[in-house]
């Protein structure tokens, strides 16, 4: 049923855009999207289930890009719509046959082990334990983050909130090497949620009545037993933690951040589908971040006409609120395009760029520049946000996009399946628990799959590690 809807509604968002009825072209899409976001929630209860996200972000943002609302934006190569269909086809196709393949061996030990190869046994005592070790590391890695802004203030000489008349300060505000301890502060918010996640089923296990309760009084019987100065001192870290996007002029470090906490918290087990009242609560906290995404364009200097004019919108009178996210969700697509028309023949990568987090990480980049200086086929310099896809085109073509699509489907159904997060009815268990500090990451680039070249960027796998450390600190178990 969703590759007859997909289909479809390629060909009507194609041929639309051939005879130039642009509206029509993005309604289509936009309206797939949507639809097939609700079927793949559906069959699989989760708000965050990979193939619906990919859908709502990869198909919604082609239907954002069609409606052509900016002058930069011109008709789009057949290889360009072939590309963005094979995309979504090889990530799904990979996608459904990674989660549903499961020999009947293996899936009958995992029902007699309780379905998690990450279980551990859930008492009172190892919960508090667990608790403790999650608020360590949300402590020091604030202060690592702290350390390492404070670091790059003195040593740059501002503070790019504190500047005037500098849309491009934040550009600019970084070390080597340094700024990755900067901006881990994004994972801070999902820390708290675990924190306190821990603290509730530490709760309900040790206190009598406490199992019936919701959280809200939960957490304040936490605060009656002692924890309330280290509840206290989680929030503070978190405040503080997120004041560094804010003193950056980050908007995508504040949005990013604000996001992980909310994905952890829809990540972790709670009994089949998630209640009306966290979809609710995870729909005010998208609402909330507008202002704060706008205020923040304000402070970079980015007013109305500043933001209309490098998107050369078609209107100049199209508001803030609305030019903003269109830009940054339609040009990208646009940038995608443009690699297609431009790139020579015979300019492909042959795997450079996908490989860029090994160079950075491991500095080669800066013995062997050649190894990075590739021109950037963008509509516009200032405009170089692009798609999860691009670096996979320019190594090798539509195949490139094709074997990441079919790598990145298969990927997150073995995650998933091995992590157990199909099974909401059943708890994960402490070490579970903690890997949903790193699906909250991997939900999040698939639901901004139209940004840019998530795993082709150094950041993005400086976090999973960091990640991949503190999950395994927080699941280790103490000797009794």
């Not at 950041?459 to 927080?474: N, P, Q, R």
Request: charged residues 15%; contains cysteine; hydrophobic residues 50%.
């Amino acid at each position: 049923m969703e590759y007859v809807i997909f289909l479809a509604a390629m060909a009507a968002g194609f041929f639309a855009a051939q005879v130039k009825l642009y509206l029509l072209s993005g309604i289509v899409l936009m309206a797939a999207a949507v639809l097939l976001y609700i079927l793949f929630y559906k069959r699989s209860g989760m708000l965050l289930d990979p193939a619906a996200l990919f859908s709502v972000s990869w198909i919604g943002g082609m239907g954002v890009s069609a409606l052509k609302l900016s002058r930069l934006q011109t008709d789009w190569e057949p290889v360009t719509w072939l590309c963005f269909a094979a995309a979504w086809l090889c990530f799904t196709t990979a996608f459904r046959a990674a989660k549903n393949r499961c020999p009947e061996k293996s899936q009958k030990r995992e029902e007699e082990n309780a379905g998690s190869l990450f279980q551990q046994e859930e008492n009172a005592g190892a919960l508090s334990r667990q608790a403790e070790k999650i608020l360590r590391c949300l402590v020091a890695l604030t202060g690592i983050s702290l350390g390492a802004f404070l670091l790059e203030a003195l040593v740059l000489g501002y503070v790019p909130l504190f500047t005037v008349d500098t849309p491009h300060a934040y550009s600019y505000f970084h070390i080597s090497g340094v700024h990755y301890f900067t901006v881990s502060c994004v994972l801070a918010p999902p820390l708290f949620v675990l924190y306190l996640d821990m603290l509730v089923r530490h709760c309900r296990r040790s206190c009598p009545g406490a199992a019936e309760e919701k959280e809200l009084a939960v957490l304040l019987r936490c605060g009656g037993l002692g924890y309330g100065p280290r509840m206290f001192l989680a929030a503070a870290c978190t405040a503080a933690a997120l004041c560094i996007p804010l003193l950056c002029v980050s908007r995508f470090q504040l949005i990013f951040a604000l996001l992980l906490g909310a994905f952890t918290k829809l990540s972790l087990p709670g009994g089949g589908r998630p209640g009306k009242r966290l979809v609710l609560g995870a729909g005010i906290l998208l609402l909330c971040l507008i202002p704060l995404y706008i205020g923040l364009t304000v402070a970079r200097a980015h007013d109305v006409a500043y933001l209309n004019g490098i998107f050369e919108m078609k209107d100049p009178g199209t508001p803030i609120f609305f030019t903003q996210p269109y830009m940054y969700v339609a040009n990208n697509f646009d940038n995608f395009n443009c690699l297609v028309r431009e790139l020579p023949a015979g300019g492909h990568t042959l795997g450079l760029r996908m490989l860029f987090p090994l160079w950075a990480l491991t500095g080669l980049k800066f013995l062997f520049p050649q190894l990075v200086s590739f021109p950037l086929y963008v509509t516009k310099t200032e405009l170089t946000t692009v798609t999860l896809f691009y670096d996979a085109y320019y190594d090798f073509g539509l195949l490139g996009v094709a074997l990441l699509g079919l790598l990145l489907g298969a990927a997150y159904g073995i995650f998933l399946k091995k992590a157990g997060l199909f099974q909401r009815e059943r708890p994960l268990g402490i070490r579970g628990t903690g890997l949903c500090l790193i699906y909250a990451q991997l939900a999040f680039y698939l639901l901004f799959s139209f940004f840019t070249t998530w795993f082709s960027n150094p950041t993005t796998w400086f976090y999973l590690a960091v990640s991949l450390v503190i999950c395994i600190y927080i699941g280790k178990e103490d000797p009794r």
